[in-house]
């Protein structure tokens, strides 16, 4: 038995087998949550992107003179900018107007049961008004091994973008 012992110490047949099998696991779940990171990152600084560029139509008045709806327009073009890594039927928006930046305290954001948010509404406002932008977006994540640990039980994570912005005085008298 001793010799037996001592000729299977000195064997070192499938070591390095042995420890790959321990070690692919923890490569291959480090692997997978470095892209899910970058993904959820760059979907987070798409939302962002998008959010401004659609600001931009409220704040140059784009929006109020278009003459259609302009949350629809505002939409479109958040889902223009966003195609890649943002489902569009799943962005919650609102856009609301202030009588002065201090009111922006009083806005929180308004969460129902399910950690989704609610929109309290679309007022673009008009002329040199104060407006609150905020867009919201429930991001899924794609791997469930590593979704849960960066996510939680819900295996998703929400990205909000708000803007605060006074609309520029796009309506003038008169003829230059």
């Known amino acids: 038995m001793k010799r037996f012992l001592k000729r299977f110490n000195r064997n070192k047949d499938g070591t390095t087998a042995i420890e790959f099998s321990l070690m692919v696991w923890p490569y291959i779940l480090l ?3 470095i892209i899910e990171l970058s993904v959820m ?3 987070a ?17 784009q ?12 939409r479109d073009a958040i889902c223009t900018y ?9 962005v919650d928006i609102e856009v609301r107007t202030m ?29 040199a008004d104060r407006v609150l932008i905020r867009v919201a977006y429930r991001y899924p994540m794609m791997t469930p091994l590593v ?29 230059v």
């Open 45 to 61: 600084s798409l939302l962002e992107g998008a959010t401004g560029s659609a600001a931009r139509m409220i704040r140059t008045g």
């Open 82 to 90: 966003a195609t890649v890594l943002i489902r569009c039927e799943d």
């Open 99 to 127: 009588d002065s930046y201090a009111d922006f305290g009083d806005m929180a954001p308004q969460f129902d049961d399910d950690g989704n948010m609610v929109s309290n509404g679309f007022s673009a406002g008009g002329s």
């Open 41 to 43: 990152y760059a979907s």
């Open 147 to 175: 979704g849960p640990l960066l996510a939680g039980p819900g295996n998703s994570r929400l990205f909000m973008s708000t803007i605060v912005l006074e609309t520029e005085p796009y309506e003038f008298e008169g003829e």
């Open 31 to 33: 692997t997978l949550g």
């Open 63 to 74: 929006i109020q003179q278009a003459g259609g709806d302009p949350e629809t327009i505002f």
